[in-house]
């Protein structure tokens, strides 16, 4: 089989996964459920091995350059780990460095003579939503003890419920993840509008207008009754609108601020259709102050990592690498008993617990410098029809490289790195493009050219005088 086939399959066997990992969890029996938590990690792997025969193209050798930088300077964390626990080690190298061969493997998998697969992966992403708005629909008129509105082994979700009311996770095991989903379908939706439908693509989906998309995927926000589904999707979306400005490109921007309208309409009209949907984010904000509890938490993502956690001091190389993610207790005893007396809440915060001062500096500023490769790459398009889906991706991406939880949360990681290979896919198109406008000019009879340059069409004929 073509290894570029085999690539693409497995980055959209890797975004179903990461859809419907909570209700293949929940169906299958316990030990099949753990494998099946590991399987986003076993389709890395094999991504990794694929690019030994197809290796990435264009801007994607600079995405591996970056990512073999950071696997250098990471090994001194890794090795001081290795000696305090060999599968922690393992473990935690896995949270840190598997997942940016997500990104790679994109610009392998789509050159610009695979626009169609590209059309095709997007476009299963993006209209997933009407699937897991349907579920979350679904959960909202079960009761609480039925199996859907449970967690993985049966666990008991009503912790979770906000005045009585279920938060519900559609097909994701927890809510946090649902709206990592949500957040990242501001890019999968965009790319969808940039380069359109495939060819070959179900004519029932064909059919559902944009605004439908866009009504389910908005009152799923609201049904999670998270503020990292509402607000954090509203701030990306104003750096999304933002980039747009700076790209010039009225056109594109007044197609976004269209499509905005839009979806604040269709918002308005689903609270009087649905309005249980939209219960438990109204219940969450009436007992707190949004806008100071939003500063608040971002304000000590920023700089809560400074003073360390409880009992366990900023140093230059931390306590071990993988300690803060989930699942490390289970196969580290060390890691178990510091997961016992400690728990960081933000990604700073655990990293520097992790990997001390080298970490904090070489991890953020691995993200800090692909953050700042994906902005410039989406102004270099500007002139494209690529650029609506640029934009979107950095949105995206500078909200989750600055607050997202990249080192303990796998699906996040990997939505994070799809998004940057898509960016580095996007810039390959382009200049794809322009080779095969100049390639075209280049072959022109000179009569077309003298036509060209006087302004005329190129097929109009030359009037006799």
Request: proline share 6%; net charge positive.
């Amino acid at each position: 089989m073509n290894p570029v086939r085999i690539q693409q399959t497995l980055l959209l066997g890797l975004v179903f996964l990461l859809i419907f990992e909570g209700i293949f969890r929940k169906l299958a029996p316990g030990p099949i459920s753990t494998l099946l938590l590991f399987a986003k990690d076993g389709i890395c792997i094999v991504l990794v091995l694929t690019l030994a025969t197809s290796p990435p193209r264009g801007q994607g050798r600079k995405l591996f350059g970056y990512w073999f930088a950071f696997m250098a300077v990471f090994s001194i964390p890794f090795m001081k780990t290795l000696f305090i626990s060999p599968p922690l080690a393992i473990f935690g190298a896995k949270q840190y460095i598997l997942f940016p061969v997500v990104a790679i493997a994109m610009t392998a998998a789509f050159p610009p003579s695979q626009i169609e697969a590209l059309k095709r992966h997007f476009a299963w992403f993006a209209y997933s939503v009407i699937i897991t708005f349907a579920v979350s629909m679904l959960q909202l008129a079960l009761p609480d003890s039925h199996w859907l509105n449970r967690g993985i082994g049966g666990m008991d979700l009503r912790a979770f419920a906000a005045g009585g009311v279920l938060r519900v996770s559609s097909t994701f095991p927890f809510v946090a993840q649902y709206s990592m989903y949500l957040n990242a379908l501001i890019f999968g939706i965009g790319l969808m509008l940039a380069i359109g439908l495939p060819k070959r693509f179900p004519k029932l989906l064909k059919k559902i207008p944009i605004w439908a998309v866009l009504l389910c995927y908005g009152i799923s926000l609201f049904a999670t009754g998270s503020r990292q589904s509402v607000i954090g999707t509203a701030i990306m979306f104003s750096i999304s609108l933002f980039v747009l400005l700076l790209g010039n490109r009225t056109k594109v921007f007044t197609l976004a601020i269209r499509l905005l309208v839009v979806m604040a309409v269709v918002i308005g009209a689903a609270q009087f259709i649905l309005p249980k949907a939209f219960v438990v984010y109204e219940l969450r904000s009436e007992y707190s102050d949004n806008q100071s509890e939003l500063a608040s938490r971002l304000s000590y993502s920023l700089f809560g990592w400074v003073d360390g956690l409880p009992g366990a001091p900023p140093n230059f190389l931390g306590y071990g690498i993988g300690v803060m993610s989930n699942g490390s207790e289970k196969i580290s005893g060390y890691a178990a008993e510091w997961r016992d007396r400690i728990w960081g809440e933000t990604e700073s915060s655990n990293v520097m617990f992790e990997g001390g001062w080298w970490l904090m500096a070489t991890f953020f500023g691995f993200r800090l410098a692909v953050t700042i490769w994906v902005v410039s790459l989406a102004l270099k398009i500007r002139s494209s029809p690529y650029f609506l889906g640029a934009a979107s991706i950095t949105g995206f991406v500078i909200f989750v490289a600055l607050f997202g939880q990249l080192s303990i949360q796998p699906p996040l990681s990997c939505w994070f790195w799809m998004a940057v290979g898509t960016a580095a896919v996007l810039a390959n198109l382009h200049r794809a493009d322009l080779i095969a406008a100049n390639v075209e000019k280049d072959t022109e009879s000179p009569s077309k050219r003298s036509r060209r340059r006087r302004g005329r069409p190129i097929n109009q004929p030359e009037q006799s005088t």
